[in-house]
């Protein structure tokens, strides 16, 4: 089994294209196969260098390994060019000589009509003599494949099942290479599958009705298509087809690995959106081949839930090793922990860690120990309320001999604070995190006050207190 992945580099990389990678990659694995990387670059006016790096950079970063070299389209004209002059010589490729202004007349009087827009194969079936008026004019041209008369083509989809697209509902017969050499894609792609010999090719269902030019194209030629299969696509919650153009930075790779992602949550997410194994929920890419089955692979789209996504990387976050999540956070700290000795730095990141959606969350989730914060107005009415025990917190945190190094024993004179007051929950605990930290949620209380220190733990909840006199 041969499987490949084949990016256009005409942009970022896409997460639809990572899964379809990853489903490719996959199903070569289950079976001991081979999995291929081909970067499709005939468009030589929109594809560029950068956008190739960054597809080779975010595979690596994901752990997508490929077999043997990247292939670029771009230097295989001369293997095109054998399989056009075949086709032309065969009477099942023909030159067009229609010009833009008679293309698009074509198209106002079919929309006038009401008719399917299309191609009428006008310059299928040329006179010698028209041909010969047309290169004496010195027309320009286009060279197009015969799909003959009107006729069913049928696949047997891995993931969708028995497919069937007429011929007529085609667009007429299509442009297989340009007047200037360049190859286009569904000609390519068949030539390049065909010489790599690829058995099996898993791409997205809007590519529905190529696979069925690219059918007609293995026919002409007289060679066996591969196995295909149809992956639904990726969907916004709002319906929309994710992508660079509406949904901006959340279509690709690079914003997750920015942010701090770890990129087999990204992968195992990515996997799980059109797939399940009916077991495990979180897997490496080795264990979900394992039993890889083409027929768990849902036809509905996919929703891309951020939500989930988190969850993941919350996931693969707890398994790290304190050492190595210090590693991973490194790059994104603002902060200087060295105010903390050791202990107390392990104990505060260990603290906060299960608050992490990603890296990138961390100074966001340290500030309150570095700066001091305004508190948002939402939550004031809860300093408000809570006056009496802000009061009464004071006087205990500020006595001479309160111990502010035992975590575990402030929280117990919170507690007993909170029994002689006769309150427990979120009209205790509210108020006090509120007052020294500006949020209603975070680490252990007691050490949040034990590593802010008795000066700067007196002086907001002092704060707080006067606002609440004001």
Known sequence: M????????????????????????????????????????????????????????????????????MLRQSERDS??????????????????????????????????????????????????????????EGRSWVIRLNLGQDRDIQWDDVVRGPMSINTRDLGGDPIIQKGNGQVLYNFAVVVDDYEMQMSHVFRGEDHLTNTAKQIAIYQALGISAPIFGHLPLIFTKDRAKLSKRKHGDIAGVDKYRNEGYLPEALVNYLIATSYSNGVDEVYALDHAAKDFNPDRISKSPAVYDIDKLNWYNREYMAKLSYAELMQELQPYLKYDLAKFDEAQQEALIEAIRGNLNKFSDINQNLVYFFEDEPIEEKLTKFIDEGANVLQELYKLLSADDFDYSDAAAIKDAINALGEKLELKGKKLFWPI??????????????????????????????????????
Request: charged share 30%.
């Open 2 to 69: 041969r499987t490949r992945i084949a990016p256009s580099p005409t942009g970022s990389l896409h997460l639809g294209t990572v899964r379809t990678a990853l489903y490719n990659q996959l199903l070569a694995m289950s079976t001991g196969g081979e999995f291929c990387f081909r970067l499709e670059d005939t468009d030589r006016t929109r594809s560029k260098e950068e956008h190739t790096d960054e597809i080779i950079r975010g595979f690596e970063w994901l752990g997508i390994k490929w077999h043997g070299e």
């Open 79 to 136: 293997h095109y060019q054998e399989h056009i002059d075949r086709l032309l010589s065969e009477n099942k490729a023909y030159k067009c000589y229609a010009t833009p202004e008679e293309l698009d007349e074509m198209r106002k009087q079919q929309r006038a009509n009401k008719e399917q827009e299309g191609y009428d194969n006008r310059s299928r079936d040329l006179s010698p003599a028209a041909v010969a008026a047309y290169e004496t």
């Open 433 to 470: 995190r509120i007052a020294i930290s500006s949020r209603s949620h975070g680490p252990d209380l007691g050490l949040v006050i034990s590593l802010l220190g008795r000066e700067k733990v007196l002086e907001r909840l002092s704060q707080c207190m006067n606002s609440v006199r004001s």
